[in-house]
């Protein structure tokens, strides 16, 4: 079996948020989420037999590596305030805790602590009846590295895209 290609994988972000602070334009966003990040490692499948290669190709196989984590972003958070729809951009500093991984001795050796920097966009509708509707698009860069030795270095990036209620 070997790689042949690493790509995206889908996974779940949810969470409560909390802003302090708030003026008029301005507040401090902090959040607590409980996120899936991954990769899926296509391989090509092999098996054993008796020819001159020693094996034969079973073809392409998704293998989807999903790890789990509990995530502490603060961020600044300025708005162009308005009636019903107010948009928004968030910045700040996001602790991560990793808490799920693929069983693997590799993986044991993962760092569980991380630090990132996050940056958000997004829209908050209010049609006077209702709780307000927020929309937002973030990504997520390590600052620290994730696992690391003299071959590899590992680290995460993500992108989320969010809906929330707040009442």
Do not use: C
């Not at 997004?122 to 973030?138: M, R, S, W």
């Amino acid at each position: 079996m070997h790689a042949s290609g690493i790509g995206p994988i889908w996974g779940f972000d949810g969470g409560a948020f909390v802003e302090l602070f708030t003026f008029q334009n301005f507040s401090l966003l902090t959040e607590l989420h409980y996120i899936q990040k991954g990769r899926t490692v296509t391989v090509i499948a092999t098996a054993a037999a008796d020819n001159p290669q020693g094996y034969i190709d079973l073809g392409p196989e998704e293998i989807k590596q999903r790890f789990e984590y509990i995530s502490i972003p603060v961020l600044a958070k300025l708005r162009i305030e308005n009636d019903m729809v107010t948009p928004y951009i968030a910045l700040g500093p996001r602790l991560e805790y990793l808490v799920a991984h693929p069983p693997s001795p590799v993986y044991d050796k993962f760092n569980k602590i991380e630090l990132a920097v996050t940056g958000a966009a997004g829209v908050e509708l209010y049609f006077g009846f209702t709780p307000k509707f927020l929309f937002e698009v973030n990504y997520s860069l390590d600052l620290t590295n994730s696992y690391k030795n003299e071959n590899v270095t590992v680290n995460n990036r993500s992108i989320s895209f969010l809906f929330g209620v707040e009442f």
